[in-house]
């Protein structure tokens, strides 16, 4: 579905460089990014009603999606650790 609403490239413009390198270096930043899109694309399906769900199923995902947004935004915004010398 080309235009389901929430992407994170949407959600994010400013950070696109950040997500791209962090799904490259990190599997769990890259986990739950993956997890966000088949959140945020299951969501999409059943607001067009293409596969509609019970209202309590959609709150469940509205706010699953909500917490691995929040999840990402952190660790897009937190500086990043710099290796120290021992």
Request: proline share 7%.
């Amino acid at each position: 579905m080309p235009n389901t609403p929430h992407q994170l490239a949407e959600e994010f413009p400013e950070h696109l460089a950040t997500i791209r390198h962090l799904r490259a270096v990190d599997g769990h930043f890259h986990r739950i990014c993956e997890e966000y899109q088949a959140v945020n694309l299951a969501i999409h399906r059943a607001e067009a009603d293409i596969e509609p769900v019970a209202d309590l199923s959609m709150i469940d995902m509205r706010e699953a999606r909500m917490r691995l947004k929040d999840e990402i935004y952190g660790m897009l915004t937190q500086p990043e650790k710099v290796a120290q010398d021992p």
